[in-house]
């Protein structure tokens, strides 16, 4: 009887000692939960940043490559007036002359 009576303590001791673990683990599932609903909005607000910064990025190296064209425009209209100004003085241009008096007449 006295053998009952201490495995029945052991088992009662042992019952307590895995609620109380149990009690412990439902604690820290809760608080994992409460840690996963607020990190989910979280979550959500930095893919759609994410999303943003890509957006801005890839319009950036758009941008790099229309200045890389303005650029080149620039200077070849640079080189065109540089060029007119040269002939001008040469009479090349006796056409286009007449027809702007043409036009003012």
């Known amino acids: 009887m006295e053998e009952e009576g201490e495995m029945l303590k052991n088992a009662a001791n042992n019952a307590m000692s895995i609620q ?5 683990l439902a604690a820290k599932l809760q608080e994992s939960e409460r840690q996963l609903e607020t990190l ?3 979550n959500q607000r930095l893919e759609v940043e994410l999303q943003k910064q890509q957006t801005l990025y890839s319009e950036l190296r758009k941008m790099r ?3 890389e064209e303005l650029d080149a425009l ?3 209209q640079q080189v065109i007036v540089s060029i007119r100004r040269e002939i001008q003085p040469h009479g090349l241009f006796p056409l286009r002359r007449k027809w702007l008096s043409c036009g003012r007449s």
Do not use: D, L, N, V
């Open 20 to 24: 109380s673990q149990a009690e412990t």
């Open 40 to 42: 989910i909005p979280e």
């Open 65 to 67: 490559g229309r200045g």
């Open 74 to 76: 620039k200077e070849s």
